[in-house]
């Protein structure tokens, strides 16, 4: 059965830092690697990755896809309290009809 | 609004009742699925439909569990005989077919608590 960990579960870091949240896989026939954000509903689009190494950036995020390794790291710079949000990683895998989500990072930013 | 749409937001339902929810996809759009969220969890599939065709079904979609996509355009979830356990955030999603290349827009759910 395939499988997405991600790691923190949670954190609270003050404005300004920098955090790198984590997600590790397990799935037969990786497609593709999906970063979304939720705040309080829909999970919005972020990031996906489908080649190793290749950063993807938008302003203060980043994100990286190891294949090898079967991880992706998300980057968050300058963290701003407007971040504050559960981060999900999500696969797509075999015919790629779906997507198998983590459980997510919950990030709180405090002034 | 050119997003996908779910309706009602909010539902609250007692334990044996029926409810149904609706979707509606971005109109170009000719995949729809649906997701079951739970407090503290990811989103867990549990459907998808290529047109008017419900090409998979999670075993978490149990037989009180029905969706349908008549005419390839909006959807309807329908649980029959609610219980407890069902009380979740149910989220709709749509893509292109080749949604593994661009990744799927989620509609702002409709939470339902079972009492």
């Known amino acids: 059965e395939d499988k997405v960990v991600q790691s923190p579960l949670s954190l609270v870091v003050h404005e300004g830092d920098t955090v790198t949240l984590n997600c590790s896989y397990e799935v037969t026939n990786f497609r593709s690697l999906l970063w979304y954000k939720q705040e309080k509903k829909a999970p919005t689009f972020l990031f996906m990755l489908?080649?190793?190494?290749i950063e993807k950036k938008s302003g203060r995020l980043s994100s990286i896809l190891d294949k090898k390794e079967l991880f992706s790291i998300l980057n968050i710079t300058a963290t701003q309290t407007g971040d504050s949000a559960v981060y999900l990683c999500a696969v797509f895998s075999g015919t790629a009809s779906k997507l198998t989500f983590g459980t997510g990072t919950r990030l709180q930013v405090t002034l | 609004d050119t997003g996908v749409s779910q309706d009602p937001r909010h539902k609250i339902t007692k334990r044996g009742q029926n409810v149904t929810f609706r979707c509606d996809p971005i109109?170009?759009?000719?995949?729809l699925y649906w997701y079951r969220q739970t407090l503290g969890q990811g989103p867990e599939f549990l459907t998808y439909f290529q047109n008017e065709a419900q090409l998979e079904k999670s075993r978490l979609l149990s037989n009180r569990f029905s969706a349908e996509r008549p005419k390839g355009s909006f959807s309807t979830l329908e649980i029959q005989r609610t219980e407890q356990g069902d009380s979740a955030m149910y989220l709709c999603a749509s893509s292109l077919e080749a949604g593994v290349f661009y990744g799927y827009t989620f509609g702002s759910g409709t939470r339902l608590t079972v009492v």
């Open positions: 109109s170009e759009h000719n995949r």
């Open positions: 489908t080649s190793s190494g």
